[in-house]
Nanobody, 125 residues
Framework: QVQLVESGGGLVQAGGSLRLSCAASGRTFSNLHMGWFRQAPGKEREFVAAISWIPTSTYYADSVKGHFTISRDNAKNTVYLQMNSLKPEDTAVYYC??????????????????WGQGTQVTVSS
């Protein structure tokens, strides 16, 4: 089992920045593929970003490329999502997810075995 705990959400004005963190426990973190998803009110959960383990590669949704950055610190068992130039449409609950294996597509939520409880990000205009 893997436990995931997100933190770092909050209220920010448009154009501002936030850094989300996701702390993992219960399994060797360095062997996990990690992802961030988000769900806005009235919408389905969507892929935001992912990072593989070996070799380390990153993947982004088109909507966040260039202003979000995913990274991981295996020594701290933590994955981060740095969010810059935030827009009101980035408002959502952000979820961290972990996968033991990714068979085809990092953007597919069914690839992920474990999920955090989510952290709210609200961007005001």
């Amino acid at each position: 089992q893997v436990q995931l705990v997100e933190s770092g959400g909050g209220l920010v004005q448009a154009g501002g920045s936030l850094r989300l963190s996701c702390a993992a426990s219960g399994r060797t973190f360095s062997n996990l593929h990690m992802g961030w998803f988000r769900q806005a009110p009235g919408k389905e959960r969507e892929f935001v970003a992912a990072i593989s383990w070996i070799p380390t590669s990153t993947y982004y949704a088109d909507s966040v490329k260039g202003h979000f950055t995913i990274s991981r610190d295996n020594a701290k068992n933590t994955v981060y999502l740095q969010m810059n130039s935030l827009k009101p449409e980035d408002t959502a609950v952000y979820y961290c997810a972990a996968a033991k294996y990714v068979y085809s597509d990092y953007a597919t939520q069914y690839e992920y075995d474990y999920w955090g409880q989510g952290t709210q990000v609200t961007v005001s205009s």
